[in-house]
């Protein structure tokens, strides 16, 4: 199987489980992995990520008679790397140039036969800079925020890969919009359901839900406290927000306003052991997802396929990712309870509905949406489309 070397802005990040699990799935199919970061990350992390990161080369770290060897030996590479770094405006020209040499000579020396890159902004463009230079096949993943909130050179990119990988129907859709000629394949991001073996049942009697994520502005939280304060007080959950993000204190001060800060829990960015050490104290997962008035989402959120995992309930939104991994249903769903994105009252309804649902009812559903979980949503099925895609490549 090929050696592939991956390329990360960061690595690693907490919130960023798909990389890491991705990495092992394909170690997994035999191929060697070789990881590259702009940013080394070494106390940070969930920490099964952590043996990952001891073996990251940050690129800076590379010495630059090597990242100019690579400018002055690569022949009509260069010329090659230099038609696309004059194309894009999203980075100095310079530098992409400089750190693109500083990739290709880690790739070389590390002889992988494949790069590949997560993010379609600098480390894509990097990837494409040293696969110019190296002559080798170049893919990257493209995420939400590539494509939704802050699409950088998206085209160019997506025509100069050998392929790239979209996470659900929607991206790869509006990937081909962008770019008719390119080669978009379907890769969904997976979970490990062996991770969740001999856990505990969630405790579907509980008046607790669990919300999981960054605490940004694609999730609802906003939403959701709205949701919360327009509830009778002798009816409220408990909800618990595990994650970080730009906006906690902002939600903070919010839920003080409306009056729900005594049914709200803060508790910051968990490793993966915790959700699963944890979860049987929730009757079901939260996860109210918008779309910004900016066009910005989620794609593919890994937190529902997680909690399917952990059989925890969802109560979701529907927006087309969530809508698309929930068998396109929005009303009367077996597998989840679908809201209206963007609306508290009908958020409201649903946690009132939801809350009062039998025991039996929301372990029905759980198992339901397990049994779906298993269908489509393994990561080591999932990455065997990867894998035959890094093979295919000549």
Not at 116 to 144: E, K, M, Q, W, Y
Not at 148 to 160: A, C, E, T, V
Not at 368 to 377: G, I, K, N, P, T
Request: aromatic fraction near 6%.
């Amino acid at each position: 199987m090929k050696k592939i070397a991956y390329i990360a802005t960061a690595f690693p990040v907490l919130s960023e489980t798909f990389i890491g699990n991705e990495i092992r799935a394909l170690q997994r199919l035999n191929h060697t992995i070789e990881l590259a970061t702009f940013d080394a990350r070494n106390e940070e992390g969930q920490q099964e990520d952590k043996e990952l990161s001891k073996h990251a080369v940050e690129l800076k770290s590379i010495e630059w008679q090597e990242a100019l060897k690579m400018l002055t030996t690569s022949g009509f590479g260069l010329q090659n790397a230099m038609q696309f770094v004059s194309k894009q405006s999203g980075l100095p020209k310079r530098s992409l140039l400089w750190y693109g040499a500083k990739l290709a000579a880690f790739v070389k020396k590390s002889e992988c036969q494949h790069i590949h890159a997560h993010f379609g902004l600098a480390s894509t463009a990097t990837a494409i800079v040293a696969a110019r230079l190296t002559n080798l096949p170049v893919s990257f993943t493209c995420h939400g925020y590539d494509i939704y909130k802050n699409p950088s050179d998206l085209p160019l990119k997506l025509s100069n890969a050998t392929f790239a990988v979209a996470v659900c129907d929607m991206m790869k859709n509006d990937m081909e919009a962008l770019a008719p000629s390119s080669n978009i394949v379907k890769v969904r991001c997976g979970v490990d359901v062996s991770s969740a073996k001999n856990i505990n049942e969630p405790n579907y009697r509980a008046k607790r839900l669990l919300y999981i994520g960054r605490l940004s502005e694609t999730k609802g939280l906003f939403v959701m406290l709205q949701a919360l304060a327009s509830i009778p007080k002798a009816h409220r959950p408990q909800i618990d927000l595990v994650g970080d993000g730009p906006l906690k204190e902002e939600l903070q001060t919010t839920s003080r306003i409306l009056n729900v800060d005594n049914c709200v829990r803060f508790l910051g960015a968990k490793q993966s052991n915790w959700i699963a050490e944890n979860h049987h104290q929730y009757c079901g997962l939260i996860a109210p997802f918008i779309v910004t008035p900016a066009g910005a989402q989620d794609t593919g959120p890994l937190v529902i396929k997680e909690a399917m995992m952990l059989k925890l309930p969802i109560i979701t939104s529907d927006i087309r990712a969530c809508l698309e991994m929930l068998n396109n249903q929005p009303d009367n769903n077996a597998l989840a309870n679908i809201v209206k994105s963007g609306c508290s009252l009908s958020l409201a309804a649903k946690m009132i509905e939801f809350l009062e649902m039998a025991p039996e009812e929301k372990r029905d559903q759980a198992n339901r949406a397990y049994s779906h979980l298993l269908e489509h949503f393994l990561i080591d099925d999932q990455v065997k489309l990867l894998s035959n895609a890094f093979e295919e490549c000549r």
